[in-house]
């Protein structure tokens, strides 16, 4: 049974302007000590489909429904009293920006040691000193003067270190790490990502990777999940979907990365490469694929009929009527 078993998940807005439809049937599974990149534009519901896991979208105007089954209980039904027992414990996320995230009236130590405490079942001498051990754990120094320091005296780094630390103080089941290395320099995204793989060996944690950064997931993934305008478009193990992309978006995707030392070739330059025409509002009822007005293979049975998620090679799925030839993909160089 997989650890986490999301089926048929639909999260909509309703607004003044109409219905906003973020996650539009969503289903994928995460195996214990997997960790699953879950890849896609600005906009395609990512975000949103974590929030909605970890029931963090309460608003009156908000409906989640299908099924996201976690060690075999499904969340969305749960009590509030009993969601609120798996945060932060079997579940943690640590958020794309953690200035907001962190309070900022509140010391770091008051912020983990709250976890601790109401998790753990810690007194606030035996929170201190695992506080102090989880910032050296996470690569923070001095954790003995840190822990004492609001998040404005913090570096954007260490404040992400900090996050993580909180997330990971109850050593949970699955860990949902959404953009966290957006906000950091290079150097320090590439100590973060370290970071994390090695907390994630450390604790046998699974771990869900929300970013919209292909080079992260080459480092780091074990499998992928594109998605685009609330839907998964295709599902594969990050060396086969790097290697033969079978859906159009991609494609598209991997084209667009910018390739190193492009510039310096000889003969005349090619533009970046970027996906023609613009993501649909996920206001309008989608009819057939979405991502049909800007695909060059689109015929019109993709504007009339949605396309199933079909395995097209072992442990590779794609949801296209026309997909990708295997082992042809023209990806630019």
């Not at 999301?6 to 960790?35: C, K, M, P, W, Y």
């Not at 499904?74 to 009293?81: A, D, G, M, S």
Request: hydrophobic fraction near 40%; proline fraction near 6%.
């Amino acid at each position: 049974m997989p650890l986490l078993d999301v089926d048929d998940l639909h999260t909509a807005f309703r607004t003044r302007f109409g219905t906003v439809r973020a996650v539009n049937g969503l289903s994928f599974s995460i195996e214990q000590d997997e960790t699953v990149a879950i890849v896609g534009e600005s906009g395609s519901g990512k975000s949103v489909m974590a929030l909605s896991i970890m029931r963090l979208l309460r608003a009156a105007n908000i409906e989640a429904r299908g099924q996201v089954r976690f060690q075999g209980r499904n969340l969305l039904e749960l009590p509030e009293r009993e969601m609120r027992r798996l945060r932060g414990k079997d579940i943690s996320m640590v958020f794309q920006e953690p200035m907001t995230s962190l309070n900022p009236v509140l010391t770091v130590k008051r912020q983990i040691n709250e976890t601790l405490m109401l998790h753990e079942g810690l007194s606030w001498n035996e929170a201190t000193d695992r506080s102090i051990e989880l910032l050296r754990i996470v690569g923070i120094p001095a954790p003995e003067r840190r822990v004492r320091d609001y998040p404005h005296q913090l570096s954007g780094g260490m404040r992400q270190r900090v996050m993580i630390a909180i997330a990971l103080a109850c050593s949970p089941n699955l860990l949902i790490a959404d953009e966290p290395t957006t906000a950091l320099d290079v150097t320090i995204q590439a100590q973060v990502l370290e970071l994390m793989w090695q907390l994630k060996k450390k604790f046998r944690s699974a771990v869900m990777l929300i970013t919209h950064d292909l080079g992260v997931v080459a480092e780091v993934a074990d499998r992928v999940i594109v998605m685009y305008a609330g839907r998964a478009v295709e599902m594969a193990d990050v060396k086969n979907l790097f290697k033969n992309p079978r859906h159009h978006y991609t494609g598209g995707l991997l084209n667009a990365i910018p390739k190193l030392g492009s510039s310096l070739t000889e003969g005349p330059r090619q533009p970046l490469y970027e996906i023609p025409g613009n993501v649909p509002s996920l206001r309008q009822n989608i009819v057939g694929c979405a991502f049909a007005p800007r695909c060059a293979a689109a015929t019109q049975v993709c504007r009339e009929i949605g396309p199933t998620m079909d395995e097209l090679a072992p442990r590779h799925f794609a949801a296209c009527h026309h997909p990708l030839d295997a082992g042809l993909i023209k990806v630019r160089q």
